[in-house]
């Protein structure tokens, strides 16, 4: 998953088929509703958090839709990247 977010996908030539499929998936007026894409690894479940909740800790590769039209919107900031 990280090799996948440090790659260029700017151009077809150098990005990956999952890059292409997602790009070419999220191209499509029928995609438009769509937000984000995530592809997730394997986390680490931690139930220690207060509140009663669970989180997974791991590796995740997003990829926004240029299309969708709250893609600037700041409110979507929990979908950005997060490093620990």
Known sequence: MISLGQ????SRSAA????IMTSDFLQRPSSAHIHTVVYRSHGVIDN???????RAA???YLIKNRNHP???D???G???VEAS
């Open 70 to 72: 709250s893609y600037a």
């Open 16 to 19: 990956t088929g999952l890059q």
């Open 7 to 10: 790659l260029d996908s700017s």
């Open 74 to 76: 700041p409110r979507f």
């Open 78 to 80: 929990i979908f950005s």
């Open 48 to 54: 220690g958090g207060g509140g009663g909740t669970t």
């Open 58 to 60: 791991g590796t995740s």
